[in-house]
């Protein structure tokens, strides 16, 4: 079982369940050469069990990790850290300020150009239920802006190509709570 992909150039990262995982998901990275994926090995323990990284993105200059996890204990909902590469790995991640809430903040995406953060979390602004996508800006003293809900009503796992369109996944539920299905849509940018 694998998903949770990333690439960025010629390197995947993604997550899987697979015999000798450090823990029941573990995260590996793969190389493409030749026209196929090769040099599957795992992340290591750094990533795996000492930061117990969820869904994760990396700046484009590959020096700047962003993810979540709801695995630590500090106010027991998942929130979005960042760490960056080292000699030796990668240093002690911390919360991204300005960014977590007392709500669940997951699934991160960080614009090519590094100017802009999307994430998942619960709608707060708009009165709909269920997840949204949130959106905040570098600011010119290298923090982020407050976050922005800018699509709701069970929108969530954004990312956004070099021309601005933003892609997400909708969810469809019943009734009763129960997924009855999940989609992906795209917003196209018009400029402006």
């Known amino acids: 079982m694998d998903g949770a992909q ?3 150039g010629n390197t995947m990262w993604f997550a899987s369940v697979r015999q000798g995982n450090y823990g029941e998901i573990d995260y590996y990275t793969a190389e493409y050469k030749d026209g196929k994926w090769t040099d599957v090995s795992n992340a290591g323990a750094q990533i795996n069990v000492d930061y117990d990284i969820g ?5 484009a200059d590959g020096n700047t990790m962003y993810f979540h996890s709801g695995s630590w204990p500090e106010n027991g909902s998942m929130d979005i850290w960042t760490t960056n590469r ?15 809430s007392d ?3 997951g699934y991160p995406f960080v614009s090519s150009d590094g100017s802009q953060l999307l994430f998942t979390s ?5 009165g709909y239920i269920g997840p949204a996508i949130f959106r905040s800006v570098l600011q010119d003293n290298g923090t982020w802006s407050a976050p922005e809900e800018i699509l709701s009503n069970f929108a ?3 990312t956004m190509d070099d021309d601005g369109n933003l892609y ?7 009734s009763e709570g129960k997924m009855l299905e999940a989609d ?8 402006g």
């Open 6 to 8: 990333f690439v960025l």
């Open 86 to 100: 080292t000699s030796d790995g990668w240093s002690t991640p911390v919360r991204v300020p300005g960014i977590n």
């Open 168 to 174: 997400f996944v909708h969810h469809y539920f019943d």
């Open 184 to 191: 992906i849509y795209m917003c196209e940018w018009l400029g």
């Open 103 to 105: 709500r669940d903040e």
């Open 156 to 158: 969530g796992e954004p």
């Open 55 to 59: 869904e994760m993105h990396l700046t």
């Open 122 to 126: 619960m709608s707060s602004t708009k």
